[in-house]
């Protein structure tokens, strides 16, 4: 596929489990983004990727939130213990480089209970 | 800080009416403003930049740095054209997105 893709889809956790969310970039894309879209909400940023570096995790809304990018590539963003308020779409996008255009996932639905 | 703000959260007009959506900004720098659309069950695309001054399926939008806004306007609004539009800028590091809440468009027949 051409297009970012994200595993799984929709997620429902009950509180407290930990969750592993996973996105696709398109192949050769140097920068991976996390976003993360309440419902009602545009995306707010969490955390960017430049290789295997992560070089902005400003986003991040706890340490209950972690991300990594170990060979450059596909990306899993993890988040323990999970609370009512992590409930949210989130979503990928990638770049070719720092500055061009991103391009989006179809995000993951997480709902928890 | 920076900050896109959309005052609309739904915009009704009938097929063949003008539409525009509005989009006002805070930034401190000169930022590269986009418009995002999200059609139903489709993810999130690329509308138009202001950097390209390009028309995408009849819209346009022109940034006003005296009015930090950037409106997207199009004459003849279309049932097709119904989605939800997110107005974002992308600060002068070229990193991340911010994006404003997003106002849904509703083309009526």
């Known amino acids: 596929g051409a297009g970012v893709s994200q595993s799984p889809r929709y997620k429902v956790a009950k509180r407290g489990q930990d969750v592993a969310l996973r996105c696709d970039p398109i192949s050769g894309h140097v920068s991976l983004f996390w976003y993360q879209q309440a419902l009602g909400q545009g995306p707010e940023f969490l955390t960017y990727?430049?290789?295997?570096?992560?070089?902005?995790k400003s986003g991040l809304p706890s340490d209950r939130f972690f991300a990594e990018r170990p060979e450059g590539s596909v990306s899993t963003l993890k988040i323990q213990r999970t609370q009512q308020e992590d409930s949210a779409v989130y979503l990928c996008?990638?770049?070719?480089?720092?500055?061009?255009?991103?391009?989006f996932g179809p995000g993951t639905r997480l709902t928890v209970l | 800080a920076q900050r896109v703000t959309q005052p609309e959260k739904l915009l009704s007009v009938f097929k063949g009416a003008p539409v525009e959506l509005k989009c006002n900004y805070s930034?401190?720098?000169?930022?590269?403003l986009f418009w995002y659309v999200q059609y139903s069950r489709q993810r999130l695309q690329l509308l138009l930049r202001h950097i390209s001054r390009e028309s995408i399926k009849g819209f346009t939008a022109d940034l006003n740095k005296g009015e930090t806004s950037f409106h997207l306007k199009k004459p003849f609004a279309q049932e097709e054209d119904s989605a939800m539009y997110y107005c974002?800028?992308?600060?002068?590091?070229?990193?991340?997105?911010?994006f404003g809440p997003g106002t849904r468009l509703s083309v009526l027949p």
């Open positions: 990727f430049q290789n295997e570096a992560q070089l902005d």
């Open positions: 996008a990638s770049s070719l480089e720092r500055g061009q255009l991103q391009y």
């Open positions: 930034y401190s720098g000169s930022p590269e």
């Open positions: 974002a800028l992308l600060d002068n590091y070229g990193q991340n997105f911010v």
